[in-house]
C-alpha cells in the first residue's frame, strides 16, 4: 500500500461513527453532577470558580456597604469611573455618584470609543450570577450596552445574592422571563486572558485584565 492510500485508509477509520459502548456517558461528567441550591453553599462555590480563573468575589451585606466596596475598589486603580446608568444601579450603590466626585464618567455623554476606552474602572449591573462555572450572564441592557464591560480595564460587577443560580441552564430559563428589549447577551468567566504565546497566561487579551463581582446579601 502506498503512503498516499496508508493515510486515506486512517482518515477513513478516524471518521467511522464509534459504537455506543465507546461512548462516555456525560451524565457521569463532572459539569452534569449535582450542586448544592443552599444560597451559602452556592455563593462558595462561585467564589471557588471565580477565583480560581483571577476573580474576584466580595460579600458585603447591604447596598450601603456596597457603595463602600466599589469606592474602594476604584480607589485601588485610580483614574475615571464609569457606572451604569439608572436602575438597578441607582438601588444597588447609593450615595456613589456623590463619593466618585470628579472621576466620575457620564456615561451619555462619551459617545466615542476611543474616549470610551480611556475610562479606567466600569461599574454594571448583571442578570445571574452563575456557581458552577464562576460566570457572569449580562444582558446590553443590564450592563449599560455593549461597551461598558468590556472597554475599561477594570470591570466591577454588582449583583444581588437572589441572583446565583446552580447552572447556565437555570440562567438561560430565567432570561425568558425578563423584558425582551435587549441584542446581546455576554457571558463572563474571570478577567480577559490568553496563553496563546509560549503557554505564558497574559490577563486582558481581549477585554478587562481585572474583574471583582460585589455580591449583595440584601433583598
Not at 460579600?59 to 475598589?73: F, I, N, P, T
Not at 447609593?94 to 476611543?114: I, M, Q
Request: aromatic share 6%; hydrophobic share 45%; with cysteine.
Amino acid at each position: 500500500m502506498s503512503a498516499r492510500n496508508r493515510i486515506f485508509e486512517k482518515l477513513r477509520q478516524a471518521m467511522r461513527p464509534a459504537s455506543a459502548e465507546a461512548l462516555p456517558d456525560v451524565r457521569d461528567a463532572d459539569v452534569y453532577r449535582d450542586y448544592p441550591s443552599d444560597p451559602a453553599s452556592l455563593f462558595e462555590l462561585f467564589k471557588t470558580r471565580l477565583e480560581e480563573l483571577r476573580g474576584e468575589v466580595y460579600r458585603v451585606g447591604d447596598e450601603v456597604a456596597a457603595s463602600d466596596k466599589v469606592v474602594e475598589l476604584a480607589d485601588s486603580v485610580g483614574g475615571s469611573v464609569m457606572v451604569q446608568p439608572g436602575e438597578p444601579m441607582a438601588s444597588l450603590l447609593p450615595g456613589l455618584a456623590e463619593r466618585l466626585c470628579d472621576r466620575l464618567v457620564d456615561a451619555a455623554a462619551v459617545a466615542d470609543s476611543a474616549d470610551f476606552a480611556r475610562v479606567e474602572v466600569g461599574v454594571t449591573a448583571a442578570d445571574f450570577l452563575i456557581a458552577r462555572t464562576g460566570s457572569v450572564l449580562l444582558r446590553t441592557i443590564s450592563s449599560g450596552g455593549r461597551r461598558l464591560s468590556v472597554l475599561p480595564p477594570f470591570h466591577i460587577v454588582v449583583a444581588r445574592a437572589s441572583q446565583m443560580v446552580p447552572s447556565l441552564e437555570e440562567a438561560l430559563n430565567g432570561l425568558k422571563g425578563l423584558s425582551p428589549d435587549w441584542s446581546y447577551a455576554a457571558l463572563i468567566t474571570g478577567p480577559s486572558r490568553t496563553a496563546d504565546i509560549e503557554k505564558i497566561l497574559v490577563l486582558g487579551a481581549h477585554g478587562p485584565k481585572r474583574l471583582a463581582v460585589v455580591v449583595v446579601d440584601a433583598a
